[in-house]
């Protein structure tokens, strides 16, 4: 959005809607409502056009009510405070390892156990693997921690 004007320095003689909601730095769907509301005055339509705009007047009213938390029609409004983009720091990278704990762990083994036939929920897998590796599969091989799941599995469905 553009660098919104102070009611000092609006000087165009007529705003589109679309031009005051930004001078407001509200959307036009929020300046709709607060325009029947009776916080902000509402624009002028074109006779010919049928178009909405806002003369000089209004736009330096409005934006004063804007400013000063009142409304329209003689009334109090707080505006929440306006946002200003805060820069953030990069997050610490995420480390590529993965652990047994994560959901895409044992969304992988869910599914390499479904291609070999057996059908167990994300809850029976978790268990097995919180059974037959207490202390995490960090050190096991893929294919054993595979191995030893579906063996589980198996004998606890029969």
Same mark, same amino acid.
């Given at each position: 959005?553009? #660098?919104?004007?102070?009611?000092?320095?609006?000087?165009?003689? #007529? #705003?589109?809607?679309?031009?005051?909601?930004?001078? /407001?730095?509200?959307?036009?769907?929020?300046?709709?409502?607060?325009?029947?509301?009776?916080?902000?005055?509402?624009?002028?339509?074109?006779?010919?056009?049928?178009? =909405?705009?806002?003369?000089?007047?209004?736009?330096?009213?409005?934006? /004063?009510?804007? !400013?000063?938390?009142?409304?329209?029609?003689?009334?109090?409004?707080?505006?929440?405070?306006?946002?200003?983009?805060?820069?953030?720091?990069?997050?610490?990278?995420?480390?590529?390892?993965?652990?047994?704990?994560? =959901? *895409? #762990?044992?969304? *992988?083994? /869910?599914?390499? /156990?479904?291609?070999? %036939?057996?059908?167990?929920?994300?809850? !029976?897998?978790? *268990?097995?693997?919180?059974?037959?590796?207490?202390? %995490?599969?960090?050190?096991?091989?893929?294919? *054993?921690?595979?191995?030893?799941?579906?063996?589980?599995?198996?004998?606890?469905?029969?």
């Amino acid at each position: 959005m553009p #660098v919104p004007r102070t009611p000092e320095t609006a000087t165009k003689t #007529v #705003v589109s809607f679309r031009e005051m909601a930004e001078l /407001l730095r509200l959307s036009r769907s929020r300046l709709y409502q607060l325009i029947d509301q009776g916080v902000f005055e509402p624009p002028i339509f074109d006779v010919r056009t049928k178009r =909405p705009f806002f003369p000089e007047e209004v736009q330096r009213r409005n934006l /004063l009510c804007r !400013q000063t938390n009142t409304t329209a029609n003689g009334g109090f409004y707080c505006f929440n405070r306006i946002r200003v983009p805060e820069t953030q720091p990069n997050p610490a990278p995420r480390s590529s390892r993965r652990t047994s704990s994560t =959901p *895409e #762990v044992h969304a *992988e083994l /869910l599914a390499e /156990l479904n291609a070999l %036939g057996v059908t167990s929920t994300a809850q !029976q897998v978790t *268990e097995a693997v919180r059974q037959l590796y207490p202390a %995490g599969t960090q050190s096991v091989d893929g294919s *054993e921690v595979l191995r030893a799941v579906y063996r589980s599995l198996r004998r606890s469905s029969t």
